[in-house]
């Protein structure tokens, strides 16, 4: 069982940056692929990014690559998105979620946080 909850989202001008935190409980962070979704209104929910468990291979969706960044701290039990360069569009609830096997899909991931809110006015 893993816990996951978000952090560090809010309101910020376009151009701007925010780094979001996702902290997790439990010993078996550092076995588990993280991934970061985002849902606007209306919409379905969309991956982000994801970083592998052992080796860290990261991957990102070509909406947000060369803009965010996906990292995680094993021994914080915690995965960050850092985004730069934000745009109107990147506003939407972000979520954090962990998988036990690589993976894009959000039906793949088996534990979710909450979500925070991040808005991007123009």
């Known amino acids: 069982q893993v816990q996951l909850v978000e952090s560090g989202g809010g309101l910020v001008q376009a151009g701007g940056s925010l780094r979001l935190s996702c902290a997790a409980s439990?010993?078996?962070?550092?076995?588990?692929?993280m991934g970061w979704f985002r849902q606007a209104p209306g919409k379905e929910r969309e991956f982000v990014a994801a970083?592998?468990?052992?080796?860290?291979?990261?991957v990102l969706s070509d909406s947000v690559k060369g803009r965010f960044t996906i990292s995680r701290d094993n021994a914080k039990n915690t995965v960050y998105l850092q985004m730069n360069s934000l745009k109107p569009e990147d506003t939407a609830v972000y979520y954090c979620?962990?998988?036990?096997?690589?993976?894009?899909?959000?039906?793949?991931?088996?534990?979710w946080g909450q979500g925070t809110q991040v808005t991007v006015s123009s």
């Open positions: 979620a962990a998988a036990g096997l690589w993976a894009t899909s959000a039906r793949e991931y088996d534990y």
């Open positions: 439990g010993r078996t962070f550092s076995t588990y692929v």
């Open positions: 970083i592998g468990a052992r080796y860290r291979t990261t």
